[in-house]
């Protein structure tokens, strides 16, 4: 096998790749984990969409109970700290319920309603939440 210079070819590239390797690890940064990163105030503006205003929000609003529709994407905590900032009041508790698109006839066509979700805020009974 020497006569096709295998083994030279082998120790050139062998050398090579440690000195690479070597440099390549030291520009290659550390991915960032998500606990690492922090939300902050002006992070937490796309969380709230709108308050829910049915009948059911209005009985449930007596007990302190608020409804609003939320970001798909946000978890109970960012709705929590986004109520805590935007209308100064610490929730209890925080429940999220996602609703599912359904199918319904409009006019003789079908058409679908769009999902959602929304969170229910328990509040202290001191503490309200006015809408304007």
Known sequence: MAIFGKKEKETKKAAPK???SKK??????????????????????????????T????????????????SAKANKKQVAEAIKIKFGVAPVKVNTVI???????RYGRRAAKPGFKKAYVYLNPSDTIEFV
Do not use: C, G, M, N
């Open 18 to 20: 440690k000195t690479a």
């Open 24 to 53: 390549v690890a030291k520009k290659v940064a550390k991915p960032v984990a998500k606990k690492d990163i922090k939300t902050t105030s002006a992070d937490l503006t796309w969380v709230l969409i709108k308050p829910r205003i």
């Open 55 to 70: 009948e059911r929000a209005a009985y449930l609003s007596e007990k302190k109970v608020y409804v609003f529709e939320v």
């Open 99 to 105: 609703t599912k698109p359904k199918a319904v006839v």
